[in-house]
């Protein structure tokens, strides 16, 4: 039995990939108890979003029910990213376990990048079903295009950030929990996710073009649709900004020691 | 060849702006194949100190080097040479035995094969093959510790920084343990080692610090640390619950009262006066037992460490 004393500090592409490549496995074996439950939960939620709202108000014409499809997957997607992404890092600070996870000789980056494609895994089944659910209840026209490609990465980056720059800035477990929980609450409450803006009062509508939450109903919507998304450009540019601002203060407080 | 020798150079960690001081300007080297261990009591800042090394902490002042590399600036690095188990539970509850350990290893940079070997060996070596399909969240305290252990030392880089690995572990199995460290400092590693288990350490480590308060009380090899008590013995008396503290003869040179427990420090020419007077409490009903025995490292690190009698109440 030798011991290997490691002969240099790895660094370099082959390294970071290596590095992302265990610790998504880590992450994803890290999820084996819960993983199961959570997909099963995600399903549940995307498919009786949908279907609930129908029940609520009967005949729902073509137009609200396409708003209303398209918006769910992104609430899903926020909501993993936002909420449940938060709180799995709250329970780690919580059990104490948080150390040796930091203490693992993998670049920041690849954690984080590990950790985004978990999330992808939590909630992409979700949305899959609630689409699909969508379109056997409602009388809807999908048109699945390349451009939901480039939008639902994007809305996916910058959900699954903003939930991590959160859970590792903020130190107590609780405290994370309540903020994701409210910020969640606001930002599905009060954005044009699940309808067309021209229904809110003018001063929300205007606050909604500086928070991320409509801009990545735009970006999805505009993959799945046709003739229904204005703005496009104008989102991509607003959710780049948030992406942007979501990975340096993650790059920051990873960065940062006590 | 460059010197792979771990260095701390008065490293000072005070929380609170600057009110308490977890570390206080704490100096140690710890060379390749060495185990060092560090004793203190609760509270005396020893996680404190090896979070630093890994990059968990950033030191107030002072500065850690490992050969060319500057721990404190380049934590990336730190990360990368050092590995580490901390004093808290592994995260580990969904993840078998041998999961866990494997990738881990590869984590740290071995390759499937290599670690996958070496990894076979450890649980053979730790003897907790039963438990190789298992769960964590199904493992026991103990078992679960040795895993730990097992992960952090299948692919252990330069340093490997152990926080109090023998917790929770059965007395069998702490034995195949510490042959496992010492395994470790003869291949090369350089081992920093936070116990409580003084009587164990003793056996393991090459040289220690005491530490209390944030500070190093004394350092040095086992022997060299229990010099000043050669020649001498301890004699245990347990007392009779709620007696008074006797009055000692003049011989005994030195001695500390836990609870029921004294301890009186005599040199060795004076064994046959200490029986007899050991005796002669317990014909009077003040002491119930006694034992004489050499002064163990644990003595040392009772007297620095100290006044455990004064810190407990005398009458309990
Ligand atoms: N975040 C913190 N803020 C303030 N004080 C702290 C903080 N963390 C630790 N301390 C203090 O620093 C001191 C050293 O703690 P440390 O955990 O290093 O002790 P230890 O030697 O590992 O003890 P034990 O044997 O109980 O594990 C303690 O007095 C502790 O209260
Ligand atoms: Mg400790």
Redesign the pocket.
Same mark, same amino acid.
């Given at each position: 039995m030798t011991v290997a004393v490691i002969p240099a500090l790895r660094t370099g592409p082959g390294y970071w990939w290596h590095s992302f490549v265990m610790m998504t496995r880590w992450e994803i074996v890290g999820l084996r108890l819960l993983l199961p439950i959570t997909v099963f939960v995600q399903l549940l939620t995307g498919a009786g979003f949908v279907l609930g709202v129908g029940l609520f108000f009967g005949q729902i014409p073509s137009r609200a029910a396409l708003f209303l499809s398209t918006g769910v997957i992104v609430i899903t997607l926020a909501t993993v990213g936002l909420v449940l992404g938060p709180q799995l890092i709250a329970a780690q600070k919580a059990e104490n376990t948080y150390d040796f996870i930091w203490s693992l000789p993998v670049p920041r980056s690849t954690a984080a990048a590990a950790w985004i494609v978990t999330n992808a895994i939590i909630a992409v089944p979700g949305m899959v079903m609630a689409l699909l659910v969508a379109n056997l209840r409602y009388d809807i026209d999908l048109v699945v295009s390349a451009a939901i490609v480039p939008g639902a990465l994007l809305t996916l980056y910058t959900a699954t950030m903003l939930g991590y720059a959160i859970a590792h800035t903020v130190k107590q477990p609780m405290l994370i929990n309540l903020i994701t929980q409210v910020t969640i609450f606001a930002l599905t409450g009060f954005s044009p996710v699940n309808f067309p803006k021209e229904q809110l009062p003018d001063w929300l509508a205007a606050l909604n073009e500086f928070l991320p939450l409509s801009h990545m109903a735009n970006v999805m919507r505009a993959g799945l649709t046709e003739g229904v998304v204005a703005g496009l450009a104008r989102s991509y540019l607003a959710l780049s900004l948030w992406a942007v601002a979501a990975t340096l203060v993650t790059a920051f407080v990873l960065r940062r020691r006590? | 060849m460059t010197d792979w020798t771990f260095r701390a150079v008065d490293v000072t960690k005070s929380?609170?702006d600057g009110k308490?001081f $977890?570390n206080d300007r704490i100096t140690l080297h710890v060379e390749p194949g060495e185990v060092y261990g560090l004793l203190?009591?609760?509270? $005396? @800042?020893?996680?404190?100190?090896v979070k630093q090394v890994i990059g968990l902490l950033k030191p107030s002042s002072g500065t850690m080097n490992l050969g060319p590399h500057d721990l404190v600036d380049d934590p990336d690095a730190a990360r990368q040479l050092c590995s580490y188990l901390p004093?808290a539970q592994m995260p580990i509850n969904s993840f078998k035995t041998h999961e866990a350990i494997a990738i881990t290893g590869m984590i740290r940079g071995g390759t499937a094969a290599a670690v996958a070997a070496r990894r076979d060996a450890l649980i053979e070596a730790l003897d907790i093959g039963e438990w190789r399909d298992t769960l964590g969240a199904k493992l026991s305290g103990g078992v679960k510790r040795l895993v730990g252990f097992a992960m952090v030392t299948v692919w252990p880089g330069r340093v490997v920084i152990l926080d109090?690995p023998t917790n929770d572990v059965d007395p069998l199995r702490r034995r195949l343990l510490w042959e496992q460290v010492r395994r470790l400092g003869d291949e090369g590693v350089a081992v920093f080692l936070?116990t409580?288990n003084v009587l164990e350490a003793e056996k393991s480590v090459d040289r220690l610090a005491i530490i209390d308060r @944030?500070r190093i009380l004394a350092e040095g090899t086992p022997s060299s640390l229990k010099q000043v008590d050669r020649g001498r013995l301890r004699l245990h008396v347990m007392l009779a619950p709620h007696t008074p503290t006797p009055e000692l003869p003049p011989f005994v040179e030195d001695h500390t009262r836990v609870r029921s427990n004294l301890i009186a420090v005599i040199s060795e020419a004076e064994a046959v006066h200490g029986i007899g007077w050991a005796q002669e409490l317990m014909g009077i009903g003040i002491a119930e037992e006694y034992a004489l025995a050499a002064t163990t490292l644990e003595d040392v690190y009772v007297r620095l460490t100290g006044d455990v009698a004064a810190r407990e109440p005398a009458s309990s």
């Open positions: 006590a | 929380y609170d308490t $977890a203190g009591p609760n509270g $005396a @800042g020893k996680t404190t100190l004093q109090e936070v409580h @944030g």
